[in-house]
Protein backbone atom coordinates (compact mmCIF):
# COMPACT_ATOMS: atom_id res chain seq x y z
CA UNK A 1 0.00 0.00 0.00
CA UNK A 2 1.13 3.56 -0.94
CA UNK A 3 0.92 6.05 1.83
CA UNK A 4 1.94 9.93 2.31
CA UNK A 5 4.48 10.88 -0.77
CA UNK A 6 4.07 7.75 -2.76
CA UNK A 7 0.26 8.14 -3.07
CA UNK A 8 -1.02 9.38 -6.90
CA UNK A 9 -4.44 11.00 -7.06
CA UNK A 10 -7.25 9.03 -9.46
CA UNK A 11 -6.40 12.05 -12.07
CA UNK A 12 -2.60 11.28 -11.86
CA UNK A 13 -2.83 7.75 -12.60
CA UNK A 14 -5.66 8.00 -15.39
CA UNK A 15 -3.06 10.52 -17.36
CA UNK A 16 -0.14 7.95 -16.72
CA UNK A 17 -2.37 5.61 -18.42
CA UNK A 18 -3.24 7.89 -21.08
CA UNK A 19 0.41 8.97 -21.89
CA UNK A 20 2.49 5.87 -21.37
CA UNK A 21 0.72 4.50 -23.80
CA UNK A 22 1.30 6.82 -26.85
CA UNK A 23 4.09 5.73 -28.90
CA UNK A 24 3.93 7.84 -31.60
CA UNK A 25 6.17 11.24 -31.36
CA UNK A 26 6.94 14.31 -33.31
CA UNK A 27 9.88 15.05 -35.21
CA UNK A 28 9.96 19.07 -35.13
CA UNK A 29 11.53 20.67 -37.55
CA UNK A 30 10.79 24.25 -36.97
CA UNK A 31 8.53 27.16 -37.51
CA UNK A 32 8.28 28.58 -40.77
CA UNK A 33 6.52 31.17 -43.07
CA UNK A 34 5.63 30.33 -46.80
CA UNK A 35 4.40 33.00 -49.29
CA UNK A 36 2.81 32.63 -52.64
CA UNK A 37 6.93 31.37 -54.10
CA UNK A 38 6.04 28.21 -52.15
CA UNK A 39 9.18 28.79 -50.14
CA UNK A 40 9.46 27.93 -46.70
CA UNK A 41 11.41 30.48 -44.60
CA UNK A 42 12.62 29.86 -41.00
CA UNK A 43 10.83 31.83 -38.54
CA UNK A 44 11.72 32.79 -34.74
CA UNK A 45 8.55 34.09 -33.13
CA UNK A 46 11.20 35.68 -30.47
CA UNK A 47 12.89 38.05 -32.80
CA UNK A 48 10.93 37.81 -36.22
CA UNK A 49 8.41 40.43 -37.11
CA UNK A 50 5.29 38.50 -38.97
CA UNK A 51 4.71 41.94 -40.48
CA UNK A 52 7.91 42.26 -42.26
CA UNK A 53 6.38 38.61 -44.45
CA UNK A 54 3.15 40.03 -45.51
CA UNK A 55 1.29 37.80 -47.51
CA UNK A 56 2.80 34.75 -45.71
CA UNK A 57 1.35 32.01 -43.77
CA UNK A 58 3.02 30.54 -40.95
CA UNK A 59 2.84 27.06 -40.36
CA UNK A 60 5.26 24.49 -37.70
CA UNK A 61 6.71 20.95 -39.74
CA UNK A 62 5.79 17.92 -37.74
CA UNK A 63 6.43 14.32 -39.06
CA UNK A 64 5.67 12.19 -36.79
CA UNK A 65 7.30 8.69 -35.81
CA UNK A 66 5.78 5.36 -34.53
CA UNK A 67 6.43 2.76 -32.69
CA UNK A 68 5.08 -0.16 -34.12
CA UNK A 69 5.70 -4.14 -33.31
CA UNK A 70 7.93 -4.73 -36.94
CA UNK A 71 8.97 -1.86 -36.77
CA UNK A 72 9.16 2.11 -37.42
CA UNK A 73 6.30 4.13 -39.04
CA UNK A 74 7.55 7.31 -40.54
CA UNK A 75 4.28 9.69 -41.09
CA UNK A 76 5.37 12.19 -44.05
CA UNK A 77 9.02 13.38 -44.47
CA UNK A 78 9.55 16.95 -43.67
CA UNK A 79 11.56 19.47 -45.31
CA UNK A 80 14.47 17.65 -45.69
CA UNK A 81 16.82 20.18 -44.10
CA UNK A 82 19.87 20.34 -42.33
CA UNK A 83 21.93 21.04 -38.86
CA UNK A 84 24.93 22.58 -38.66
CA UNK A 85 26.88 19.28 -39.13
CA UNK A 86 25.00 18.97 -42.49
CA UNK A 87 22.56 15.82 -41.36
CA UNK A 88 19.48 15.68 -41.53
CA UNK A 89 16.89 17.03 -39.52
CA UNK A 90 14.94 14.10 -39.35
CA UNK A 91 17.13 11.57 -39.33
CA UNK A 92 18.85 13.92 -36.15
CA UNK A 93 15.71 13.65 -34.32
CA UNK A 94 14.88 10.28 -34.73
CA UNK A 95 18.39 9.14 -33.35
CA UNK A 96 17.41 11.58 -29.94
CA UNK A 97 14.86 9.00 -29.58
CA UNK A 98 17.28 6.29 -29.62
CA UNK A 99 16.95 4.72 -33.09
CA UNK A 100 18.26 5.07 -36.35
CA UNK A 101 16.89 5.71 -40.13
CA UNK A 102 17.73 1.84 -40.86
CA UNK A 103 14.93 1.20 -37.85
CA UNK A 104 12.47 2.71 -40.09
CA UNK A 105 9.97 0.37 -42.35
CA UNK A 106 6.88 2.23 -43.68
CA UNK A 107 7.36 5.74 -44.46
CA UNK A 108 3.34 6.72 -45.13
CA UNK A 109 3.19 9.97 -47.63
CA UNK A 110 0.02 11.64 -46.95
CA UNK A 111 0.83 13.73 -50.36
CA UNK A 112 3.43 15.08 -51.87
CA UNK A 113 4.20 18.84 -51.72
CA UNK A 114 7.85 19.42 -50.73
CA UNK A 115 7.24 20.16 -47.53
CA UNK A 116 6.11 16.40 -47.12
CA UNK A 117 9.25 14.93 -48.83
CA UNK A 118 12.05 16.47 -48.88
CA UNK A 119 13.42 14.26 -46.05
CA UNK A 120 12.54 11.21 -48.12
CA UNK A 121 15.80 11.37 -49.74
CA UNK A 122 19.62 12.72 -48.36
CA UNK A 123 21.38 14.85 -50.95
CA UNK A 124 24.95 14.74 -49.94
CA UNK A 125 28.23 15.75 -51.17
CA UNK A 126 26.69 15.10 -54.85
CA UNK A 127 25.03 11.99 -54.00
CA UNK A 128 21.20 11.37 -53.70
CA UNK A 129 20.06 8.38 -51.47
CA UNK A 130 16.94 7.45 -50.28
CA UNK A 131 16.90 8.82 -46.30
CA UNK A 132 15.54 5.47 -44.82
CA UNK A 133 16.79 2.28 -47.25
CA UNK A 134 15.31 -0.30 -45.17
CA UNK A 135 11.61 1.37 -45.44
CA UNK A 136 8.63 0.98 -48.07
CA UNK A 137 7.68 4.35 -49.15
CA UNK A 138 3.70 4.76 -49.55
CA UNK A 139 2.31 6.87 -51.90
CA UNK A 140 -1.30 6.89 -53.99
CA UNK A 141 -0.71 6.18 -57.49
CA UNK A 142 -2.68 9.03 -59.01
CA UNK A 143 -0.78 11.50 -56.14
CA UNK A 144 2.69 10.58 -57.90
CA UNK A 145 1.35 11.10 -61.71
CA UNK A 146 -0.27 14.29 -60.26
CA UNK A 147 2.69 15.38 -58.87
CA UNK A 148 4.77 14.60 -62.20
CA UNK A 149 2.12 15.81 -64.30
CA UNK A 150 3.62 19.33 -64.88
CA UNK A 151 5.72 22.46 -63.64
CA UNK A 152 4.34 23.21 -59.96
CA UNK A 153 6.70 25.31 -57.22
CA UNK A 154 5.21 22.74 -54.36
CA UNK A 155 6.63 19.46 -56.31
CA UNK A 156 10.44 18.64 -56.04
CA UNK A 157 10.72 16.48 -58.56
CA UNK A 158 14.70 15.68 -58.08
CA UNK A 159 13.09 13.66 -55.32
CA UNK A 160 10.81 11.98 -57.17
CA UNK A 161 13.81 10.51 -59.68
CA UNK A 162 15.36 9.35 -57.21
CA UNK A 163 12.45 7.73 -55.15
CA UNK A 164 11.24 5.85 -58.59
CA UNK A 165 14.67 4.32 -59.19
CA UNK A 166 15.08 3.04 -55.85
CA UNK A 167 12.68 0.15 -55.84
CA UNK A 168 11.70 1.11 -52.80
CA UNK A 169 8.40 3.34 -53.92
CA UNK A 170 5.03 0.87 -53.07
CA UNK A 171 2.02 2.64 -55.34
CA UNK A 172 -1.07 2.62 -53.42
CA UNK A 173 -4.22 2.17 -55.31
CA UNK A 174 -7.45 3.64 -53.74
CA UNK A 175 -8.19 2.73 -50.20
CA UNK A 176 -7.13 -0.07 -48.66
CA UNK A 177 -4.33 -2.02 -46.26
CA UNK A 178 -1.01 -2.55 -45.64
CA UNK A 179 -1.06 -4.59 -43.10
CA UNK A 180 -3.15 -5.68 -39.87
CA UNK A 181 -1.96 -1.88 -38.07
CA UNK A 182 -2.05 0.29 -41.04
CA UNK A 183 -5.03 1.46 -43.77
CA UNK A 184 -5.34 3.87 -46.14
CA UNK A 185 -8.41 6.56 -47.64
CA UNK A 186 -7.89 8.51 -50.15
CA UNK A 187 -9.56 11.68 -49.16
CA UNK A 188 -8.29 14.46 -51.87
CA UNK A 189 -9.56 17.74 -50.82
CA UNK A 190 -5.70 19.44 -50.17
CA UNK A 191 -4.26 17.69 -53.17
CA UNK A 192 -6.83 15.61 -55.88
CA UNK A 193 -5.20 12.32 -54.19
CA UNK A 194 -4.38 13.21 -50.65
CA UNK A 195 -4.70 10.13 -48.56
CA UNK A 196 -5.46 9.81 -45.09
CA UNK A 197 -3.39 7.18 -42.41
CA UNK A 198 -5.21 4.73 -39.45
CA UNK A 199 -2.56 3.16 -37.66
CA UNK A 200 -3.26 1.12 -35.17
CA UNK A 201 -1.15 0.11 -32.59
CA UNK A 202 -0.14 -0.32 -28.80
CA UNK A 203 -3.93 -0.06 -28.12
CA UNK A 204 -3.99 3.25 -29.38
CA UNK A 205 -5.67 4.33 -32.66
CA UNK A 206 -3.69 6.90 -34.69
CA UNK A 207 -4.91 9.05 -37.41
CA UNK A 208 -2.76 10.74 -39.66
CA UNK A 209 -5.16 13.37 -41.67
CA UNK A 210 -1.74 15.24 -43.57
CA UNK A 211 -2.89 18.70 -44.85
CA UNK A 212 -6.68 17.82 -44.61
CA UNK A 213 -6.44 18.12 -41.07
CA UNK A 214 -3.22 19.55 -40.10
CA UNK A 215 -3.22 21.97 -37.31
CA UNK A 216 -6.03 21.40 -33.83
CA UNK A 217 -7.83 24.55 -34.08
CA UNK A 218 -9.03 24.39 -37.70
CA UNK A 219 -11.36 21.66 -36.41
CA UNK A 220 -13.65 24.32 -34.68
CA UNK A 221 -13.00 26.77 -37.05
CA UNK A 222 -15.80 26.53 -39.89
CA UNK A 223 -13.87 28.17 -42.75
CA UNK A 224 -12.90 27.08 -46.25
CA UNK A 225 -8.90 27.10 -46.95
CA UNK A 226 -7.86 28.97 -50.09
CA UNK A 227 -4.92 26.67 -49.87
CA UNK A 228 -7.33 23.42 -50.14
CA UNK A 229 -7.68 22.03 -53.92
CA UNK A 230 -11.37 21.19 -52.62
CA UNK A 231 -11.66 23.46 -49.56
CA UNK A 232 -15.73 22.59 -48.66
CA UNK A 233 -14.90 18.49 -48.43
CA UNK A 234 -11.83 19.19 -46.19
CA UNK A 235 -13.91 21.89 -44.29
CA UNK A 236 -16.59 18.79 -44.11
CA UNK A 237 -14.22 16.30 -43.65
CA UNK A 238 -12.32 17.49 -41.03
CA UNK A 239 -15.80 18.00 -38.79
CA UNK A 240 -16.52 14.29 -40.15
CA UNK A 241 -13.08 13.05 -38.22
CA UNK A 242 -13.74 14.98 -35.35
CA UNK A 243 -17.12 13.83 -34.59
CA UNK A 244 -15.85 10.06 -35.10
CA UNK A 245 -12.69 10.58 -33.87
CA UNK A 246 -14.00 11.69 -30.43
CA UNK A 247 -16.19 9.10 -29.62
CA UNK A 248 -13.44 6.77 -30.75
CA UNK A 249 -10.43 7.58 -28.90
CA UNK A 250 -8.50 8.43 -31.90
CA UNK A 251 -4.87 10.35 -31.17
CA UNK A 252 -4.54 12.88 -33.96
CA UNK A 253 -1.28 13.80 -35.43
CA UNK A 254 -1.47 17.74 -36.71
CA UNK A 255 1.79 17.84 -38.99
CA UNK A 256 1.43 21.63 -39.24
CA UNK A 257 0.59 22.46 -35.53
CA UNK A 258 1.77 25.76 -33.83
CA UNK A 259 0.58 24.13 -30.31
CA UNK A 260 -0.55 20.67 -29.43
CA UNK A 261 0.95 18.15 -31.97
CA UNK A 262 -0.13 15.13 -30.80
CA UNK A 263 -3.80 15.50 -29.37
CA UNK A 264 -6.88 13.44 -27.90
CA UNK A 265 -10.39 14.22 -27.25
CA UNK A 266 -11.43 15.07 -23.91
CA UNK A 267 -14.73 15.86 -22.68
CA UNK A 268 -15.35 19.09 -20.36
CA UNK A 269 -18.18 18.92 -17.66
CA UNK A 270 -20.69 20.81 -19.98
CA UNK A 271 -21.02 18.38 -22.74
CA UNK A 272 -18.06 20.06 -24.94
CA UNK A 273 -14.83 18.46 -26.19
CA UNK A 274 -11.67 19.82 -26.32
CA UNK A 275 -7.89 18.76 -27.87
CA UNK A 276 -5.65 17.44 -25.05
CA UNK A 277 -1.87 17.11 -25.73
CA UNK A 278 -1.00 13.56 -24.79
CA UNK A 279 2.61 13.53 -26.15
CA UNK A 280 5.48 11.24 -24.41
CA UNK A 281 7.44 13.97 -22.69
Request: proline share 4%; charged share 30%.
Amino acid sequence: MRTGAEKKSTCDIRNYELIKMIQAYSLYEGSFSVDASKVFVPFDPAKDDPLSRKGSLFVHVHPFLIVAEDGLILCDAGLGFRDESGELLIHQNIRKLGYTPKDVKYVLMSHLHKDHTGGMVDFKDGVARIAFPNAEYYVQREEWMYAFSGENPSYKAEIFDVIQRSGNLVLLEGDGQINHQISYEVNGAHTPYHQAFHIRVGGEHYFFGGDVLPEPEEIFKNFIAKYDYDGRKARDLRKEYWEQGREEDWVYLFYHSKSIAIGKAEKREDGTFKIVDVASK
